[in-house]
């Protein structure tokens, strides 16, 4: 009886410490409306410059056009980052069981368009959220992503990319054991990679590995 019992609190903790989190049950009578219209402006802001620059780009802005946008994209993202950090201070981490999922995705968007210092900053706070079931695991895989690729050190989710400066040809930034990529990203509840990349091929991929590496270590790519 006692090995039984033991096994069963085993098997508890693993669940406790590996449980995915990819839906929320929200209850619209006990969200904070003022708070959620708030941050669901933060979210529209941060994707309406991004899809600005987006558009720029596809349409072969010039450098002062594109400059205009990089330098009006940093000041609202400095401004949302400082709202964060009060919103933080105030209420914690805020979920969708709260502020809704689009308020809550523009806390983790504003975080995961920061430099890196803040994303340090917030990373095991984002974790602490996901364990509370405040925020998708998926979330906590991207973030962790673009922290590797910024400081330099292989990812382990595939989610971040990045354009060769000299040809121009989009590359998945260097992952850690590609043969397992797609058994971590289900793990986080990311797609697979043949459905996040058109024309994904694994092998490809591999063979072409040292060489993305030697590109991203001559063009300091971060």
Same mark, same amino acid.
């Given at each position: 009886?006692?090995?039984?019992?033991?096994?069963?609190?085993?098997?508890?903790?693993?669940?406790?410490? +590996?449980?995915?989190?990819?839906?929320?049950?929200?209850?619209?009578?006990?969200?904070? =409306?003022?708070?959620?219209?708030?941050?669901?402006?933060?979210?529209?802001?941060?994707? @309406? &410059?991004? #899809?600005?620059?987006?558009?720029? &780009?596809?349409?072969?802005?010039?450098?002062? @056009?594109?400059?205009?946008?990089?330098?009006?994209?940093?000041? =609202?993202?400095? %401004?949302? @980052?400082?709202?964060?950090?009060?919103?933080?201070?105030?209420?914690?981490?805020?979920?969708?069981?709260? /502020?809704? !999922?689009?308020?809550?995705?523009?806390?983790? &968007?504003?975080? @995961?368009?920061?430099?890196?210092?803040?994303?340090?900053?917030?990373?095991?706070? /984002?974790?602490?959220?996901? %364990?509370?079931?405040?925020?998708?695991?998926?979330? #906590?895989?991207? &973030?962790?992503?673009?922290?590797? !690729?910024?400081?330099?050190?292989?990812? %382990?989710?595939?989610?971040?990319?990045?354009?060769?400066?000299?040809?121009?040809?989009?590359?998945?930034? *260097?992952?850690?054991? *590609?043969?397992?990529?797609?058994?971590? +990203? =289900?793990?986080?509840?990311?797609?697979?990679?043949?459905?996040?990349? =058109?024309?994904?091929?694994?092998?490809?991929?591999?063979?072409?590995?040292?060489?993305?590496?030697?590109? /991203?270590?001559?063009?300091?790519?971060?």
């Amino acid at each position: 009886m006692k090995t039984c019992t033991f096994l069963l609190f085993l098997l508890m903790a693993c669940h406790t410490i +590996r449980a995915q989190v990819s839906s929320f049950e929200i209850d619209n009578s006990k969200l904070n =409306k003022p708070l959620m219209a708030y941050l669901d402006s933060i979210y529209r802001e941060d994707q @309406q &410059l991004r #899809v600005t620059w987006t558009e720029e &780009l596809k349409a072969r802005a010039t450098a002062t @056009q594109l400059d205009s946008v990089r330098i009006l994209m940093r000041q =609202k993202d400095l %401004r949302n @980052q400082a709202v964060i950090d009060s919103l933080y201070q105030l209420y914690g981490w805020l979920g969708p069981q709260e /502020v809704g !999922m689009q308020g809550s995705m523009a806390m983790f &968007l504003v975080i @995961q368009h920061a430099d890196l210092p803040y994303q340090q900053k917030y990373y095991s706070i /984002v974790k602490e959220a996901e %364990r509370q079931g405040k925020t998708l695991s998926s979330n #906590v895989a991207i &973030l962790e992503d673009r922290i590797s !690729m910024r400081e330099g050190r292989l990812q %382990r989710y595939g989610s971040q990319g990045f354009k060769d400066k000299v040809t121009g040809i989009f590359y998945i930034y *260097p992952v850690l054991d *590609p043969d397992k990529l797609d058994e971590r +990203r =289900k793990s986080m509840g990311l797609k697979p990679m043949d459905t996040y990349i =058109k024309g994904w091929d694994l092998e490809a991929y591999k063979q072409k590995l040292p060489e993305i590496e030697r590109i /991203v270590r001559e063009q300091g790519i971060r």
